[in-house]
């Protein structure tokens, strides 16, 4: 089993900043596909990105491509989402996931169904 724990969520202006981490415990995280969601405000939850097993594969969602970078490190069995020029469109709880299906082949990855294992969240507000 692994677990999953978020951080780095907070209120920041627009234009601004932010890393989110993703801290998994157990020693499978190397092996396992991950990625990042988000839930808006009354909203469903959607796909933002996603890594490979090793990072040298990243997926991001096109309201995001270009501003948010997915990386991971496997020493520190953590994910990271770095995300510049937020906009209030942002503003969501963000979630991270973790699947050992490997990311390529198929689109799986987009669909939260498909995860195995998830974090609990982190708010992240984007004030205009």
């Known amino acids: 089993q692994v677990q999953l724990v978020e951080s780095g969520g907070r209120l920041v202006q627009a234009g601004g900043s932010l890393r989110l981490s993703c801290a998994a415990s157990?020693?499978?995280?190397?092996?396992?596909?991950m990625g990042w969601f988000r839930q808006p405000p009354g909203k469903e939850r959607e796909f933002v990105a996603a890594?490979?097993?090793?990072?040298?594969?990243?997926y991001y969602a096109d309201s995001v491509k270009g501003r948010f970078t997915i990386s991971r490190d496997n020493a520190k069995n953590t994910v990271y989402l770095q995300m510049n020029s937020l906009k209030p469109e942002d503003t969501a709880v963000y979630y991270c996931?973790?699947?050992?299906?490997?990311?390529?082949?198929?689109?799986?990855?987009?669909?939260?169904?498909?995860?195995?294992?998830w974090g609990q969240g982190t708010q992240v507000t984007v004030s205009s």
């Open positions: 996931g973790g699947d050992l299906k490997r990311l390529y082949g198929s689109s799986w990855y987009l669909r939260d169904y498909e995860y195995d294992f």
């Open positions: 157990g020693r499978t995280f190397s092996s396992y596909t």
């Open positions: 890594i490979s097993w090793n990072g040298g594969n990243t």
